[in-house]
């Protein structure tokens, strides 16, 4: 292995988490918008020609959901998409970074989890699973809680949602950097396996 590895995010990948920004900023808007409104009285009635299922749809939110559900529900939704885009138009400095101490991703926080600390390197590609049709990188680790408690609350909270079947895994999101994945994956692998090995025969 080099030195060390680096990997930033080019224009094009800034330019897509702005984009991801920005929507969840609309999302939140159109939430607190409707927040603001009086529901009281149900469905409103419109002069515009409104779809059947548009009304049927609003008349179920208000009569059986209520409204403050899920405009919460919306609003946390657009804080969530707004904070992933914008930490990565903001963030400054290398996205991925491993070199002989271990793997810095700047969606962990600010850490570097140490070689001795995985169990599993495993390359993903999503690009007909994933919504964002993106590539990952998935890191198993022998134990998940020192690296959990130092990142950010945003993205502890979104581990746990998201890996709530598997909590050892954490995620390298190939929409983050300029390089590709499977090769960063690839040379992630041949330094962590034989320290994988290692300790695997230690423990027996």
């Known amino acids: 292995m080099t030195e060390q590895s680096e990997a930033h995010?080019?224009?094009?990948?800034?330019i897509f988490q702005s984009v991801l920004g920005l929507i969840g900023i609309a999302i939140m808007v159109l939430a607190i918008y409707d927040l603001s409104q009086d529901h009281s009285l149900g469905v409103?009635?419109?002069?515009l020609e409104e779809s059947p299922v548009i009304r049927?749809?609003?008349r179920f939110i208000d009569q059986v959901i209520g409204r403050l559900p899920i405009d919460f529900l919306m609003l946390s939704v657009g804080?969530?998409?707004a904070f992933f885009g914008l930490h990565g138009v903001f963030h400054?400095?290398?996205q991925l970074k491993f070199d002989p101490d271990g793997i810095y991703y700047f969606?962990?926080?600010?850490?570097?989890?140490?070689?001795?600390a995985l169990a599993h390197v495993r390359f993903v590609n999503r690009r007909r699973t994933s919504l964002l049709r993106s590539p990952s990188i998935d890191i198993e680790l022998q134990d998940p809680a020192p690296v959990a408690a130092r990142q950010p609350p945003l993205y502890r909270l979104f581990r746990r949602l998201t890996h709530i079947f598997d909590p050892t895994m954490f995620t390298i999101h190939g929409y983050d950097i300029d390089v590709p994945l499977y090769r960063v994956?690839?040379?992630?692998?041949?330094?962590?396996?034989?320290v994988i090995d290692e300790n695997a025969a230690d423990e027996a």
């Open 107 to 116: 969606r962990f926080g600010e850490q570097t989890i140490p070689w001795s």
């Open 9 to 14: 995010s080019y224009n094009g990948r800034r």
């Open 44 to 47: 409103r009635e419109l002069k």
């Open 185 to 194: 994956a690839g040379e992630m692998q041949r330094v962590a396996e034989p």
């Open 92 to 94: 400054r400095g290398p």
């Open 79 to 81: 804080a969530w998409i």
């Open 56 to 58: 049927d749809m609003n």
